[in-house]
């Protein structure tokens, strides 16, 4: 608890920081659509000299894009946190629009040039694989040298997440003849969320960057699910899905009801899977961030309102921080178990046992 406080002081005072750089109206749907949002530089914190003069702390990032067929390759930190131009480029700004906002436009025509940029979501992304891969080959050490012992460490917990993963989605799912060609995926991803979902509750580097709040990242990883699934069914499955068995041949002949429903189903599927991944875990920050706020809405009224009644907003936001880390989990457990559901339907003419 006194960690997960000490957390929540961390983010309040990175907020009032971040809303200190603005002379206007504090304005709490801006400052949190910014903190989710993904970026070119990864954004540490903003102070104020004596000369009433803000500075930026931040880590510049690489910026990859193509302008008027030439590649570039900078770091971010040439733009200047949106200040200057750097080789007829710049960052978009609010008198862009909310659409060019922080994307990187060309000076002469104020359109986006194409971007493969090492954003934020990006840094994250390779920083969380780094991790998991560090995790695995830690584990794997350890169980080459304690080899007949009892697992240790991180070995105890690895072996502990692929049990559970194998034993209680992988199995029961897609059934004990099959599941093994299955399951480097189900724990690969399963891991990689869980690990986004929680760094993303960090509001300190490396954490911070809102990984599977971005729709891309989700939709991305909804694919890897579609691309496997349909890469796994045979005959009978197509059978069933325009021939379905047991329906009224009306809804069948003259107009494909069932047969339509059923192709639709197959892109719906990972459509729920990107919204409800992206969608939870994006309401989940936008809450907590919500409860922050309200101190400095408050205290922009009247300073003693705003200290007296800031209690109130952190203790609603530690207990929304425990709740964020079992939605963390609840979101990786539910993404891994519809996409082994799904491996397990391809094959369900088989109608394997489970025991």
């Not at 750097?86 to 986006?112: C, F, H, M, W």
């Not at 199995?171 to 979902?197: A, D, M, W």
């Not at 408050?298 to 530690?318: C, D, H, K, M, W």
């Amino acid at each position: 608890m006194k960690k997960t406080l000490i957390l929540i002081v961390l983010t309040i005072f990175a907020l009032g920081v971040s809303a200190q750089e603005k002379e206007e109206k504090f304005n709490p749907g801006e400052l949190i659509m910014e903190h989710i949002a993904d970026e070119h530089s990864w954004h540490i914190l903003t102070y104020r000299d004596k000369q009433h003069t803000d500075h930026e702390i931040a880590i510049p990032l690489p910026v990859i894009v193509i302008n008027d067929g030439r590649l570039e390759v900078f770091m971010s930190s040439k733009f200047n946190h949106g200040h200057s131009t750097y080789k007829g480029l710049r960052l978009g700004n609010d008198a862009d629009g909310e659409s060019l906002k922080g994307k990187i436009l060309s000076v002469a025509t104020g359109q986006p040039v194409p971007d493969f940029s090492i954003t934020k979501t990006v840094a994250g992304i390779l920083i969380i694989s780094a991790l998991i891969l560090f995790i695995f080959f830690k584990a794997r050490n350890i169980a080459k040298k304690r080899q007949g012992l009892e697992p240790k460490g991180v070995q105890t917990i690895v072996e502990y997440l692929v049990a559970f993963i194998r034993d209680d989605i992988a199995i029961p799912s897609i059934g004990k003849g099959r599941y093994e060609k299955y399951l480097p995926f189900l724990i690969t991803v399963f891991i990689f969320i869980f690990f986004c979902n929680l760094s993303g509750l960090l509001p300190f580097f490396p954490g911070g960057a809102n990984i599977t709040g971005n729709i891309a990242v989700t939709l991305i990883l909804a694919v890897f699910t579609f691309v496997i699934t349909q890469a796994s069914t045979n005959k009978h499955f197509w059978k069933h899905v325009f021939n379905m068995p047991g329906v009224p041949w009306w809804l069948k002949f003259p107009i494909p009801i069932m047969p339509l429903a059923e192709i639709i189903g197959l892109f719906t599927k990972p459509f729920s899977l990107t919204i409800r991944l992206f969608a939870n875990i994006t309401a989940g920050h936008v809450i907590l961030l919500s409860f922050m706020c309200i101190i400095f809405l408050l205290g922009e009224q009247n300073v003693a309102i705003g200290y007296g009644t800031s209690i109130l907003p952190i203790l609603f936001s530690v207990f929304m921080m425990a709740i964020e880390v079992l939605v963390a989990f609840i979101q990786a457990y539910v993404f891994t178990l519809l996409s082994s559901i799904y491996f397990g339907m391809a094959k369900e003419e088989e109608h394997l046992s489970v025991e």
